[in-house]
């Protein structure tokens, strides 16, 4: 056998084996590829609150439809320099309940926001 033939086979030998080794990690993730991921469990958590503003009042409404309670916070930015923001006090929403909470300022409510905490 000449040089150049057996360089070639040597080669062709080498691309055989690389092959033959890679072949069974091909094969499985053409497998896994028929396959869904499994679905992460993320735990549902959070009232769903709906807040108004009307003038000087505001008001919000948070419905808990999750079996574990949630403990909401009603903030309000008033618009005025002079008038004091305001974080209400912590309340604790449990399974199917739904709460109200109130806050007001001296003039006009700039904003209104809502914040859930796990207990």
Partial sequence: MRPSNRRAAAGLLA????AGLAAPAVAERAA???RKPAAKKVALFGS????TI???RVVAYCHNP???????RLHT??????DIDADGSPVEVGPAQTVRL??????EVRSAW?????M
Avoid: F, I, Q
Wanted: aromatic share 10%.
């Fill in 15 to 18: 691309v055989a084996a690389v």
């Fill in 48 to 51: 769903t609150c709906r807040t």
């Fill in 102 to 107: 109130t806050d007001r300022c001296w003039k």
């Fill in 114 to 118: 809502v914040s859930h905490h796990r």
């Fill in 77 to 82: 930015e008033c618009d005025r320099w002079w």
């Fill in 66 to 72: 999750y079996p574990e309670s949630d403990l909401v």
């Fill in 54 to 56: 009307d003038g000087s």
């Fill in 32 to 34: 896994d590829a028929g």
